[in-house]
């Protein structure tokens, strides 16, 4: 399963980014797309989460207000809205997915079976 991610860059604080993660040629209807970030030498941290199953979405507290997840179902896609970016939200972010749910669905990293390469987000103050 080859995950595209895009849409990282560099903006200055209180800019806005529009994150995209991707499986190609794929069509699970029921899927968890989500968004991780990590900075070197830092633990990597949940963003935000979708499930295909109920159309739910998980925000971590530090983006809550400020970023938006949104699916494509039709593509097996979703993206990630980030306004009022802030220098804090600088780091690698990187989209997981899951293609077999239960009746739980969780937006923690061992969750996930597939990763993609990530993208750079960096925020200037």
């Known amino acids: 399963v080859q995950l595209v991610e895009s849409g990282g860059g560099s903006v200055r604080a209180g800019g806005s980014l529009r994150l995209s993660c991707a499986a190609p040629?794929?069509?699970?209807?029921?899927?968890?797309l989500g968004w991780f970030r990590q900075v070197p030498g830092g633990a990597r941290e949940a963003v935000s989460c979708?499930?295909?199953?109920?159309?739910?979405?998980y925000y971590s507290d530090f983006v809550k207000g400020r970023f938006t997840i949104t699916s494509d179902n039709a593509k097996v896609t979703v993206h990630l809205q980030m306004d009022n970016l802030q220098p804090e939200d600088t780091a690698m972010y990187s989209c997981?997915?899951?293609?077999?749910?239960?009746?739980?669905?969780?937006?923690?990293?061992?969750?996930?079976?597939?990763w993609g390469q990530g993208t750079q987000v960096t925020v200037s103050s």
């Open positions: 997981p997915a899951r293609f077999s749910l239960g009746t739980s669905t969780y937006c923690l990293a061992f969750f996930f079976d597939y």
């Open positions: 040629g794929l069509t699970f209807a029921a899927y968890s």
């Open positions: 979708y499930s295909s199953r109920d159309a739910s979405t």
